[in-house]
T-cell receptor, first 111, second 116 residues
Framework: QKEVEQNSGPLSVPEGAIASLNCTYSDRGSQSFFWYRQYSGKSPELIMFIYSNGDKEDGRFTAQLNKASQYVSLLIRDSQPSDSATYLCAVTNFGNEKLTFGTGTRLTIIP | DAGVIQSPRHEVTEMGQEVTLRCKPISGHDYLFWYRQTMMRGLELLIYFNNNVPIDDSGMPEDRFSAKMPNASFSTLKIQPSEPRDSAVYFC??????????????FGNGTRLTVT
């Protein structure tokens, strides 16, 4: 079992709709969760981070964490063509700073 | 803030040659990470440092790889001898705070390494 799993996609969403990206993780002790966006040929850039169960909103982005189900998601409202990118879920191990990334979900917003 | 600075941006070398990648973290960040990204394996953590001390190097693929952090503002990742399978994008990242509520990583622009 991979430590952090994501659907590789591609995920196609019409412009203006909600894009939903999902991630599961295997370490029950994980306490820090991150979503990064990576455009082709560029470095990952932070979108959001979340530490506690529940929802965290920042503009058009909402991160959702459910530690009991070992599940974290990212919702993008009012999707724009500029949101087309690969989205990486990252999770820290319990007790250290080791950040493990999923392989990413490629998102395409269709105008 | 200049962000994490990596050099070179691109490196093309022949098999068997030594390669040195360089990184300057964000000032004040206590943690420095080296990652490698390939299409097949995604982003893999190679090694990370806290206050210039290597904490976990379990991701370093083999003895051909070595990393150092002689001071708080500089780190190197060396591959000697290089092999074609080392071709990848190597990212350096830094962060401010560790466990239990880790700060986000800030990535450099990466070094694209091609070994022929």
């Amino acid at each position: 079992q991979k430590e952090v799993e994501q659907n590789s996609g591609p995920l196609s969403v019409p412009e203006g709709a909600i894009a939903s990206l999902n991630c599961t993780y295997s370490d029950r002790g994980s306490q820090s969760f991150f979503w990064y966006r990576q455009y082709s040929g560029k470095s990952p850039e932070l979108i959001m981070f979340i530490y506690s169960n529940g929802d965290k909103e920042d503009g058009r982005f909402t991160a959702q964490l459910n530690k009991a189900s070992q599940y974290v998601s990212l919702l993008i409202r009012d999707s724009q063509p500029s949101d087309s990118a690969t989205y990486l879920c990252a999770v820290t191990n319990f007790g250290n700073e080791k950040l493990t990334f999923g392989t990413g979900t490629r998102l395409t917003i269709i105008p | 803030d200049a962000g994490v600075i990596q050099s070179p941006r691109h490196e093309v070398t022949e098999m068997g040659q030594e390669v040195t990648l360089r990184c300057k973290p964000i000032s004040g960040h206590d943690y420095l990470f080296w990652y490698r990204q390939t299409m097949m394996r995604g982003l893999e953590l190679l090694i990370y440092f806290n206050n210039n001390v290597p904490i976990d190097d379990s991701g370093m693929p083999e003895d051909r790889f070595s990393a150092k952090m002689p001071n708080a503002s500089f780190s190197t990742l060396k591959i000697q001898p290089s092999e074609p399978r080392d071709s990848a994008v190597y990212f350096c990242a830094s962060s401010l705070q560790g466990f239990p509520y880790n700060s986000p990583l800030h990535f450099g622009n990466g070094t694209r390494l091609t070994v022929t």
